[in-house]
């Protein structure tokens, strides 16, 4: 499964962007979906993550009632009143296991980043 993150941008803070999961030649409906971010200099961090069913939905505490999964079954990201701490390269990632998929380890499938920046 070959994923793409897109959806990012350069935004002022305070306003919003969403970011989609693509996967080639299927959807992501019966797979575990997560989005990571890296900051400059940082490790990479689970922003939100969604089960396979989109039952159980995880977002970090400092994004938690900024971002939310998208109402639809393509288990986008849109992220309102972002901050300049946002700034970072967002991943979306993929796996077909059910079960709590926090961990980076806990993902076979990655897409390539796509780059947020919030201004101040």
């Known amino acids: 499964v070959q994923l793409q993150a897109s959806g990012g941008g350069l935004v002022q803070a305070g306003g919003s962007l969403r970011l989609s999961c693509t996967a080639s030649?299927?959807?992501?409906?019966?797979?575990?979906v997560g989005w990571f971010r890296q900051a400059p200099g940082k490790e990479r961090e689970i922003v939100a993550a969604?089960?396979?069913?989109?039952r159980r939905i995880y977002y970090a505490d400092s994004v938690k009632g900024r971002f939310t999964f998208s109402r639809d079954t393509a288990k986008n990201l849109e992220m309102n009143s972002l901050k300049p701490e946002d700034t970072a390269v967002y991943y979306c990632a993929a796996d077909e296991r059910g079960g709590d998929r926090l961990r980076l380890t806990d993902y076979y499938y990655w897409g390539n980043g796509t780059l947020v920046t919030v201004s101040s």
């Open positions: 030649g299927r959807t992501l409906t019966s797979y575990a």
């Open positions: 969604i089960s396979q069913t989109g």
